[in-house]
């Protein structure tokens, strides 16, 4: 037990393989953000969440880290450029935000400042996205935004426009009948387009979202008709608008064999079309570059098998190495990935409410001298008292045939009620000794793999899967999960999530773990009145926007939080989640007459004498204050505790000179 280190933690925990060097485990037991990702000293995640909650921040918070994003463009951009150099590459390369994975204005904007020396464009799959993207990169040196996704003739004049404002706009046709809208509204305004053209690769990805590619894929032009279009821009003598060939065989591309082949394909259809006549400047590889969730660095769906380094590698070389048998010119290379740059720079940080463990509500129960027990209650007890490392399986096997008989005679009225609830209070007991011999195995024998879940206790969480986490539960997608504090100490139970929803799916019972997916997660024994953080790691991809209002659980309060030599961190943005009243609402409920419908009912119960007008006052109090709140449960207990935790223990100095490190003059809260 005391030779548990954080070492073992890390371990466990797997934060090597999924954390790409930005997390770690200080010697306090608790999650720190390390040296790579902050470029100087680590920084303290308990702490920070220490301090949020005590400047009045209620947990969930989702935590986004503005050096992890910075580290993130850079390793992108970076991978690239030393393969450029590597290998005599002409052209430069630039990442491009699709902005669909992550549209919040603060990430978007903090994106842009720190992509800004690299050429980070912008990717828009819909008009909303569209609008969004010129205006941000309206006045930008540099500024480009490929526009994909359905388009009418207001999308395409908005793009061709936005080149007036210094916006390089690369308008896609991702379908045929797309190509004559763009030449419309060409004529129409007078302003030269940049076409791209999507090709439908038969190349799949692989992993889940493999259907985005293939002859079957909702986008992009097969070979006829990418020959078609460029028959007829060569007709309309605009062969030399025709700028940009674009692919994207899906998100999550788990294996570099897909990212080779559908490369090969479309590097010779670019030469092709290159040498049909058309002036490509551009190549847009599309998004895909994976994200290894579970660190196996496997083809895994929650994996992938190559390093950001190989991807670069193959793309470039790829690239050149067609591109110069054929003596066609470099282009320059755009890769859309989104996952890949903004999954890690954000944390989803909660408190476990309590815990339950079935086995034990009550003690196991005492034999009862003065009354014979049945049978089957006898030979439970018994196996109770003899279960050891020499007969666990046999007892498993017949704790389980017990019980089934225990139930079986219930049904038919042998057994009441009582007698049931001691046999299966035995039965439990049975299970988890059993567990305490195993858990320890090297390997644990197939049939006892189910008492894992068994004896799992489940962990109330505070927060909504639904609303956080949705692709734990639309997609089965695993995320690290794991405490943010005490990992100086083993471990000693096992677990599974329960969210707030009164959903039966608002659970997280996937763990990725050393060898396979986990369906428990080790965690520390709950002390009702001491916080317990849990933290969802690798959330910023994806999962803010897909959340939806599951039982009315609102989008939670989100923290910027940025590397700062002086004070250890400061926090950019606070930006506030969702109140009971905005998420009534985005349903149509309005808060007047709301509380009109509640002061009538209340006027009705005064006149029947039913409520005093104390009572009256505190209903609509409550009322009020709900309505004012967030959706979430009030962790006052939790901050409490942690204010009791962080006091002073002696004459050291005032607290808050020692704990007061942060920097809030820049603290700015701004409503969404
Ligand atoms: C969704 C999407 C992306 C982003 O893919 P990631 O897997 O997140 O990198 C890129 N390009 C297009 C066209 C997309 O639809």
Known sequence: MSSWSTRDSAELYGIEGWSNGYFGINEDGNVELSQTATGANPLDLKRVVDDLVRRGLPLPLLIRFTDILRRQVQAIHGA???????????????????????????????????????????????????????????????????????????YIETALLAQRVGVTSLIIVDRFSELKMILEAAEHTGLPP??????????????????????RSKFGLSAEELVLATEVLEERGM?????????????????????????????????????????????????????????????????????????????????SSTLNELDIPHPRILSESGRALVAHHSVLVFNVLETNR??????????????????????????????????????????????????????????????????????????????????????????????????????YCNFSLFQSVPDSWAVK????????????????????????????????????GLHDVKETLELHPFKKGEPYFLAVFLVGAYQEILGDLHNLFGDVNAVHIEHDPINGYSVRHVVEGDTVRDVLGYV????????????????????????????????????????????????????????????PKSNSGPAETRNHSANTEVYEVVPK
């Not at 150099?85 to 992550?102: L, S, T």
């Not at 399986?393 to 017990?402: C, F, K, P, Q, R």
């Not at 009256?616 to 935790?645: I, K």
């Open 358 to 459: 079935p086995e034990e509500i009550q003690p196991i129960p005492e034999r009862d001298p003065t009354q014979d027990e049945h049978a089957i209650i006898e030979d439970l007890r018994e196996i109770t008292q003899i279960v050891s490392r020499k007969n666990y399986t046999e007892a498993y096997h017949d704790a389980i045939s017990l019980k089934e008989d225990a139930l079986s005679l219930f049904r038919h009225g042998i057994l009441d009620i009582k007698d049931r609830a001691k046999a299966e209070r035995l039965y439990w007991e049975i299970c988890r000794k059993i567990w305490k011999i195993v858990r320890d195995m090297e390997y644990v024998p197939e049939d006892l793999e189910p008492l894992e879940r068994l004896v799992a206790e489940t962990y």
């Open 588 to 647: 149509s409920y309005d808060q007047r007459t709301l509380l009109e419908r509640l002061r009538r009912a209340i006027e009705h119960a005064l006149s029947e004498g039913k409520i005093t007008f104390e009572q009256s006052a505190a209903l609509v109090r409550h009322f009020e204050r709900g309505l004012s709140g967030y959706t979430y449960l009030d962790s006052q207990a939790d901050v409490a505790a942690l204010l009791r935790s962080l006091a």
């Open 239 to 319: 062969l030399d608008r025709l700028t940009c060939l674009h692919y994207h065989i899906g998100s999550q591309v788990t294996a570099i064999r897909a990212v080779k082949e559908a490369l090969s394909e479309a590097v010779r259809i670019f030469a092709d079309l290159y040498q049909m006549g058309a002036k490509l400047e551009y190549l847009d590889i599309g998004g895909g570059l994976a994200v290894d969730y579970d660190g196996s660095k496997t083809n895994f769906h929650a994996s992938r098998n190559y390093s950001l380094e190989e991807y670069a590698s193959d793309v470039v070389w790829q690239v």
């Open 194 to 215: 940049n076409i791209g053209l999507r090709a439908k690769l038969a190349t799949r990805g692989s992993g889940r979202w493999a259907e985005s590619g293939g002859d």
């Open 477 to 512: 997608a695993l995320f690290p999960v794991m405490p943010i504090h005490r990992l100086k100490h083993r471990p000693t139970r096992r677990g599974v999530l329960a969210d707030l929803t009164c959903d039966s799916d608002g659970k997280i019972d996937q763990f990725i």
């Open 80 to 154: 690239f450029s030393t393969k450029i150099d590597e290998y005599g590459y002409k052209g430069i390369y630039r990442p491009i935000m699709p902005i669909k994975v992550n549209q919040q204005r603060h990430v978007v904007e903090e994106l842009l400042d720190v992509g800004a020396s690299v050429g980070l464009g912008l990717e828009a799959g819909s008009k909303p996205e569209l609008l969004v993207a010129l205006a941000l990169m309206g006045g930008r040196k540099d500024g480009l935004v490929v526009c994909n996704g359905y388009k009418d003739q207001a």
